[in-house]
């Protein structure tokens, strides 16, 4: 009962994050030098006529915002206006249909070229996820236990060594290693002009093309989430109650797994699902060393080209994921640690 | 109303030196103690703190911390020296047959797991024979034992009080039927009125189970209301050890007199142990001679040049101090 009002008034918050982005997200791009009619509208030799029309057809020539007189004494926007015409009601408003607008570079839906992105990127940051946490928390695990030893000193080495690597140098050096002596393809999501006999081979051809931006994303991970879940395992097994398990003649492996990995387990959780939420946009550097179509070249690209419908939804997305990712990991941590379960902090 | 104590000794500790590393050095925190303990005995250890009680104790189990170090010594039990068992050798007496309560055992169950389970982990490495069912029903029963309704068995550590977690941690210590408990401390934490039941408590069960305990104290009143032998430690050794009556009627060592002098009234159990003028040593500048010299009201030329023997006084009495010497 009291996990629930928890967990409702976490979504609450949720909720509320995702709204005042909303409404930064669209003021963001009004507020910012260059204004988007302009940006969509580069090429001087266009008529007045044209111009209005391209403006028009992306709705600019709305006004903002209306100046709701009563409540606004500074009366910014514009009066006299019905505030279900203005660009940030129908921004709203299209929003809740789902949709983010129009590229002006592709002229594409925003929301389809971004759920395109968003699921290459997903591919690459879920698959290196998946192994950094794994490895990290069992190699952080290990070393802890071991600390002070061969083992703990080689670890903690390569992990600074890893977490202190440039991406872009790291994604180069693996690009060039694995194309050379691998022969592992070095561009893209897919083997271009490749015809594939059935979805198998296809599936194949993906899954050689992620091996290496996996594989640069996770050392650069691994490291973190090594050396935070080392800390947090020391941390933890100079607990009284790892004592206790000792003197209760439990072996080393009971003692991790039922004692220190649970509670060790917890500030984990935290740093994982932050990072989760930012390695969405994180992957820059990585998409753009492979040229993989994921969200981070997409904003990569959408800078170059001023794409700004492109840039706001991207935006958006990207803070929706980490206001998501934290509020996963408020409900993992309750699950975790029966005190919020009760109400306690 | 003592219990008389079997004879079988049960456990028998000789020469034993503990050290801890520190850049480079190792600090002598216990050096050269001696004790025996037989069945059903209490025995108390006393002293001020910082004088080694902890160390002396997790050495027994041999659970120092890293930087600890075992010099020398035995510790008897069972017919062999725990000190040359194997670490799996070793984590099979730990709990069967000897458990302990720690010091501050506010923190010493785990937070994120349910009582029950920490109790029924240990019963269950113990005997792998007990089965899932059988090991709830064994922690009913413990918990019962020490006035826990068995229904609190899926809670947590936090929603215990202070008082009641110490009592967890007793049906923990029980779990195995162990035939020697240490009780570190085991009320420091606690308020005065849960002490006195805590201890009862302690004291009941020790009746019932006919366990040796070993109740390292502060507490000059409670060792005289319930302790067997007394061995009283100054800075990391034997000041004194012997059966209750003689060092509460004729303590030979300087240290254990003034100790008893600084509390005088028996009869108030809850009184706290009043310090005497000085301070104790610190381990990295032990004064040379006996360690207690500096702040020794009898010491002698010689009590700041030799570290004196332990001496006997009379069977079954032993004091580390020149004044007894020869007096055999
Ligand atoms: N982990 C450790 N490293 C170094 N010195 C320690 C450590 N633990 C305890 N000591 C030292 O050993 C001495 C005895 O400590 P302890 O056994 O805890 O005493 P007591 O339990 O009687 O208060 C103290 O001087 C203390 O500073
Ligand atoms: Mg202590």
């Given at each position: 009962?009291?996990?629930l009002?928890?967990?409702?008034?976490?979504?609450?918050?949720?909720?509320?994050?995702?709204?005042?982005?909303?409404?930064?997200?669209?003021?963001?791009?009004?507020?910012?030098?260059?204004?988007?009619?302009?940006?969509?509208?580069?090429?001087?030799?266009?008529?007045?006529?044209a111009?209005?029309?391209?403006?028009e057809?992306?709705?600019?020539?709305?006004?903002?915002?209306?100046?709701?007189?009563?409540?606004?004494?500074?009366k910014?926007?514009?009066?006299?206006?019905?505030?279900?015409?203005?660009?940030?009601?129908?921004?709203?408003?299209?929003?809740?249909?789902?949709?983010?607008?129009?590229?002006?570079?592709?002229?594409?839906?925003?929301?389809?070229?971004?759920?395109?992105?968003?699921?290459?990127?997903?591919?690459?940051?879920?698959?290196?996820?998946?192994?950094?946490?794994?490895?990290?928390?069992?190699?952080?695990?290990?070393?802890?236990?071991?600390?002070?030893?061969?083992?703990?000193?080689?670890?903690?080495?390569?992990?600074l060594?890893?977490?202190?690597?440039?991406?872009?140098?790291?994604?180069?050096?693996?690009?060039?290693?694995?194309?050379?002596?691998?022969?592992?393809?070095?561009?893209?999501?897919?083997?271009?002009?490749m015809?594939?006999?059935?979805?198998g081979?296809?599936?194949?051809?993906?899954?050689?093309?992620?091996?290496?931006?996996?594989?640069?994303?996770t050392?650069?991970?691994?490291?973190?989430?090594?050396?935070?879940?080392?800390?947090?395992?020391?941390?933890?097994?100079?607990?009284?109650?790892?004592?206790?398990?000792?003197?209760?003649?439990?072996?080393?492996?009971?003692?991790?797994?039922?004692?220190?990995?649970?509670?060790?387990?917890?500030?984990?959780?935290?740093?994982?699902?932050?990072?989760?939420?930012?390695?969405?946009?994180?992957?820059?550097?990585?998409?753009?060393?492979?040229?993989?179509?994921?969200?981070?070249l997409?904003?990569?690209?959408?800078?170059?080209?001023?794409?700004?419908?492109?840039?706001?939804?991207?935006?958006?997305?990207?803070?929706?994921?980490?206001?998501?990712?934290?509020?996963i990991?408020?409900?993992?941590?309750?699950?975790?640690?029966?005190?919020?379960?009760?109400?306690?902090? | 109303?003592?219990?008389?104590?079997?004879?079988?000794?049960?456990?028998?500790?000789?020469?034993?030196?503990?050290?801890?590393?520190?850049?480079?050095?190792?600090?002598?925190?216990?050096?050269?103690?001696?004790?025996?303990?037989?069945?059903?005995?209490?025995l108390?250890?006393?002293?001020?703190?910082?004088?080694?009680?902890?160390?002396?104790?997790?050495?027994?189990?041999?659970?120092?911390?890293?930087?600890?170090?075992?010099?020398?010594?035995?510790?008897?039990?069972?017919?062999?020296?725990?000190?040359?068992?194997?670490?799996?050798?070793?984590?099979?007496?730990?709990?069967?047959?000897?458990?302990?309560?720690?010091?501050?055992?506010?923190?010493?169950?785990?937070?994120?797991?349910?009582?029950?389970?920490?109790?029924?982990?240990?019963?269950?490495?113990?005997?792998?024979?007990?089965?899932?069912?059988?090991?709830?029903?064994?922690?009913?029963?413990?918990?019962?034992?020490?006035?826990?309704?068995?229904?609190?068995?899926?809670?947590?550590?936090?929603?215990?009080?202070?008082?009641?977690?110490?009592?967890?941690?007793?049906?923990?210590?029980?779990?195995?039927?162990?035939?020697?408990?240490i009780?570190?401390?085991?009320?420091t934490?606690?308020?005065?009125?849960?002490?006195?039941?805590?201890?009862?408590?302690?004291?009941?069960?020790?009746?019932?189970?006919?366990?040796?305990?070993?109740?390292?104290?502060?507490?000059?009143?409670?060792?005289?209301?319930?302790?067997?032998?007394?061995?009283?430690?100054?800075?990391?050794?034997?000041?004194?050890?012997?059966?209750?009556?003689?060092?509460?009627?004729?303590?030979?060592?300087?240290?254990?007199?003034?100790?008893?002098?600084?509390?005088?009234?028996?009869?108030?159990?809850?009184?706290?142990?009043?310090?005497?003028?000085?301070?104790?040593?610190?381990?990295d500048?032990?004064?040379?001679?006996?360690?207690?010299?500096?702040?020794?009201?009898?010491?002698?030329?010689?009590?700041?040049?030799?570290?004196p023997?332990?001496?006997?006084?009379?069977?079954?009495?032993?004091a580390?101090?020149?004044?007894?010497?020869?007096?055999?």
């Open positions: 009962m009291k996990r009002t928890y967990l409702l008034r976490r979504l609450q918050w949720a909720l509320l994050s995702i709204l005042f982005v909303i409404t930064l997200n669209f003021f963001l791009f009004r507020v910012l030098p260059g204004d988007p009619a302009r940006a969509g509208i580069r090429d001087p030799r266009l008529t007045a006529q111009q209005q029309a391209i403006r057809r992306f709705g600019l020539d709305k006004p903002v915002i209306n100046c709701f007189e009563t409540l606004n004494p500074l910014l926007g514009k009066c006299g206006v019905n505030p279900l015409e203005t660009q940030f009601f129908i921004y709203v408003g299209n929003l809740l249909r789902g949709e983010l607008g129009t590229s002006y570079h592709t002229n594409r839906p925003v929301s389809s070229m971004l759920g395109e992105a968003l699921l290459n990127t997903v591919l690459l940051v879920g698959a290196a996820q998946v192994f950094s946490i794994v490895f990290g928390i069992i190699l952080g695990l290990v070393a802890a236990w071991k600390s002070h030893t061969a083992v703990d000193f080689t670890a903690l080495t390569a992990s060594v890893a977490w202190s690597l440039p991406t872009f140098w790291l994604g180069i050096v693996l690009l060039f290693a694995g194309s050379t002596w691998l022969g592992l393809p070095v561009v893209g999501k897919l083997t271009p002009g015809a594939y006999p059935h979805w081979a296809k599936a194949a051809d993906l899954g050689r093309h992620l091996i290496l931006p996996t594989l640069t994303f050392i650069v991970v691994l490291g973190e989430y090594m050396l935070v879940m080392r800390s947090t395992v020391l941390d933890v097994l100079s607990e009284d109650y790892i004592l206790t398990a000792k003197a209760k003649g439990l072996s080393t492996f009971q003692i991790l797994k039922d004692h220190a990995l649970r509670n060790a387990l917890l500030p984990m959780v935290t740093i994982v699902a932050l990072n989760l939420g930012f390695t969405v946009a994180g992957a820059i550097q990585i998409e753009t060393v492979f040229s993989w179509p994921g969200l981070g997409a904003i990569f690209d959408a800078v170059g080209r001023r794409d700004y419908p492109m840039l706001q939804g991207a935006f958006l997305l990207i803070a929706v994921s980490v206001i998501t990712a934290n509020l990991a408020d409900l993992l941590y309750s699950y975790l640690d029966p005190r919020i379960q009760a109400g306690q902090s | 109303m003592k219990p008389v104590t079997g004879q079988k000794t049960l456990l028998s500790v000789r020469h034993l030196s503990v050290g801890y590393e520190s850049e480079g050095k190792l600090l002598p925190a216990v050096e050269d103690v001696h004790f025996d303990l037989r069945e059903g005995e209490v108390g250890l006393v002293g001020e703190s910082g004088c080694g009680k902890t160390t002396l104790m997790l050495s027994l189990l041999r659970l120092l911390p890293v930087a600890g170090r075992i010099t020398r010594g035995e510790v008897r039990f069972g017919g062999q020296d725990l000190l040359d068992l194997s670490e799996t050798e070793m984590s099979q007496v730990r709990w069967r047959d000897i458990a302990m309560i720690f010091q501050g055992a506010m923190n010493a169950l785990n937070p994120v797991l349910p009582v029950e389970q920490q109790i029924s982990e240990a019963i269950r490495r113990h005997d792998a024979s007990v089965s899932a069912a059988q090991a709830t029903r064994r922690v009913e029963e413990l918990l019962e034992m020490v006035g826990i309704t068995a229904n609190r068995k899926d809670q947590y550590p936090f929603q215990f009080s202070g008082g009641m977690r110490q009592r967890v941690m007793i049906a923990m210590a029980l779990a195995c039927r162990p035939q020697v408990l009780a570190d401390e085991p009320t934490a606690l308020d005065v009125m849960i002490q006195a039941q805590i201890l009862e408590l302690l004291l009941e069960l020790r009746e019932r189970l006919g366990l040796a305990v070993i109740l390292v104290t502060h507490d000059l009143g409670v060792v005289a209301e319930i302790c067997d032998t007394v061995l009283v430690m100054y800075g990391g050794m034997t000041a004194e050890y012997s059966d209750v009556d003689r060092v509460y009627n004729h303590a030979v060592h300087p240290y254990t007199q003034n100790l008893l002098k600084a509390f005088p009234d028996l009869s108030q159990p809850n009184a706290r142990l009043i310090s005497i003028p000085g301070y104790p040593p610190r381990l500048a032990l004064p040379s001679g006996c360690r207690f010299s500096p702040r020794c009201p009898a010491a002698f030329e010689r009590c700041h040049q030799e570290t023997g332990l001496y006997t006084v009379e069977e079954g009495h032993t580390r101090c020149f004044l007894v010497e020869g007096k055999v």
